[in-house]
């Protein structure tokens, strides 16, 4: 190999250097701009894989089950279940890993002091490199709407139940002025109370 023919493959090797680094840099920085996007998303975001272990999640999820990332990283997902919803938190992973999709379901999340959350959670299978690798799941605590909910059906039955009282109390009064009206009318008074119902 003469030498003009060795700098030509010098020239198109660092060429090929070049292009290659410049795919590796916007590789990068797409999986910087991911991972960006999966961290300051409103939802909590859980990926398990396989064998149920928690690879991931980002820092909603973090402030919906009060650990940190170095707790609860590689436990298992079923540490952060009640009891009363473990089974269908399992049934959630399965079918996400079969391919299917769920709709949300509520679960009672356990936070790290064991106090419980409602949280509305979404799942889908997890893929790596073309392979199924696990599932995702995406987690809103409704807690707080929850707690909202049962506060506004409070008042509604309150409301409810004054109305039927209030109606009582309507029909007692008018009584009472039936009767004031026929005993003054027994003692030859005029009636006192015009009785419109």
């Excluded at 650990?67 to 952060?80: G, P, V």
């Excluded at 959350?117 to 490199?129: G, K, N, S, Y």
């Excluded at 004054?162 to 309507?170: A, P, R, T, V």
């Amino acid at each position: 190999m003469n030498s003009s023919e060795a700098t030509r493959w010098q020239t198109k090797y660092q060429r090929l250097r070049k292009a290659f680094q410049r795919k590796l840099n916007r590789h990068r920085q797409c999986q910087e701009n991911l991972l960006a996007l999966l961290e300051n998303l409103p939802s909590g975001i859980f990926v398990v894989n396989f064998t149920g272990q928690i690879v991931f999640f980002n820092r909603e999820a973090e402030k919906i089950i009060g650990y940190e990332r170095k707790q609860i990283l590689n436990a298992h997902f079923r540490t952060l279940l009640s009891l009363d919803d473990l089974a269908d938190g399992f049934k959630l992973f399965y079918e996400a890993i079969r391919g299917n999709y769920p709709q949300s379901i509520l679960l009672r999340l356990l936070k790290k002091n064991r106090a419980t959350t409602v949280a509305e959670v979404q799942v889908a299978p997890f893929r790596l490199d073309e392979q199924l690798d696990g599932a995702i799941a995406f987690v809103r605590d409704i807690s707080e709407r929850k707690r909202i909910e049962e506060i506004n059906r409070k008042r509604v039955e309150s409301f409810i139940q004054f109305s039927k009282e209030l109606e009582e109390w309507h029909q007692q009064v008018l009584t009472l002025k039936k009767e004031v009206n026929n005993l003054l009318i027994t003692l030859g008074k005029k009636e006192k109370y015009p009785l419109l119902e």
